[in-house]
């Protein structure tokens, strides 16, 4: 399994950038896909979800300011991104489950989000 990150890149604060992610196999063989960001120094923390059945799930940094959704057609899951902060600069990571009571096993290369003050 693959999973293509893109999207990333350099914005300002108060800013919008949307990530997408592309699988190499039908997105639906996925309970559970998501995405999440690791900024230098921290830890990894979640950033939004999607299951199977369309159920979203979002960290508290992405409350009210991210939107996860998903293409099936194009085997695709995007993030939309709005209202960003200095403090979303990260390395955002795409990545998939195959049941929801699995670790997110499948990871993709991650793509950089920096935004500047």
């Known amino acids: 399994v693959q999973l293509q990150a893109s999207g990333g890149g350099l914005v300002q604060a108060g800013g919008s950038l949307k990530l997408s992610c592309v699988a190499s196999r039908n997105i639906d063989d996925f309970n559970g896909m998501g995405w999440f960001r690791q900024a230098p120094g921290k830890q990894r923390e979640l950033v939004a979800t999607?299951?199977?059945?369309?159920?979203?799930n979002y960290g508290d940094p992405a409350k009210g300011r991210f939107t996860i959704s998903r293409d099936r057609a194009k085997n695709t899951v995007s993030l939309q991104m709005g209202s960003l902060k200095p403090e979303d600069s990260a390395v955002y990571y795409c990545?998939?489950?195959?049941?929801?009571?699995?670790?997110?096993?499948?990871w993709g290369q991650g793509t950089q989000v920096t935004v500047s003050s």
């Open positions: 999607i299951t199977r059945s369309g159920n979203t």
């Open positions: 990545a998939a489950r195959p049941i929801l009571s699995s670790p997110y096993n499948y």
